[in-house]
């Protein structure tokens, strides 16, 4: 490459390198989850969920639903943003621990006709909620 190309090839370099962050899905401009979501999982022993309006969470938990008598609710896998604000966007696969992401319970095999709860919290606080049944 000659002396006179390398700006031009490293300008393009860069454009396209800030062109692809800004169409990521977690990109700068979506706001950290602050308020009521619609949470919609996808049936399946993998399912992914989606929440509207996506922003970013903090905050992913899926808990088995179990009877008070028998132990009561049973997390089944929690995943908790790196930084506060910085989080995952919408949608994620069961299971998957994007990079913005810590897994602080590792993802239990979901079983066919079972009842779980996911949710979607901002900060500290439920954003959104869901029953689902694989």
Do not use: K
């Not at 031009?8 to 979501?37: D, F």
């Not at 949470?39 to 399946?44: F, L, R, V």
């Not at 132990?71 to 995952?88: A, K, L, V, Y």
């Not at 069961?94 to 079983?111: F, K």
């Amino acid at each position: 490459m000659s002396f006179h190309t390398w700006p031009r090839a490293a300008l393009v370099v860069l454009a396209l390198g800030g062109l692809t962050r800004c169409t990521s899905s977690g990109g700068p401009g979506l706001a950290a989850c602050s308020g009521a979501v619609t949470m919609t999982p996808a049936s399946g022993l993998a399912p992914t969920f989606t929440w509207t309006p996506n922003c970013l969470a903090d905050q992913v938990a899926v808990e088995e639903n179990i009877a008070p008598s028998a132990g009561g609710p049973q997390p089944r896998w929690i995943i908790q943003s790196r930084t506060t604000g910085q989080g995952t966007s919408s949608p994620l696969t069961y299971g998957d621990v994007p990079a913005r992401m810590q897994e602080v319970l590792s993802a239990a095999p979901l079983v066919a006709g079972h009842q779980y709860r996911v949710s979607v919290s901002g900060g500290t606080t439920v954003v959104g909620t869901r029953v689902f049944t694989p």
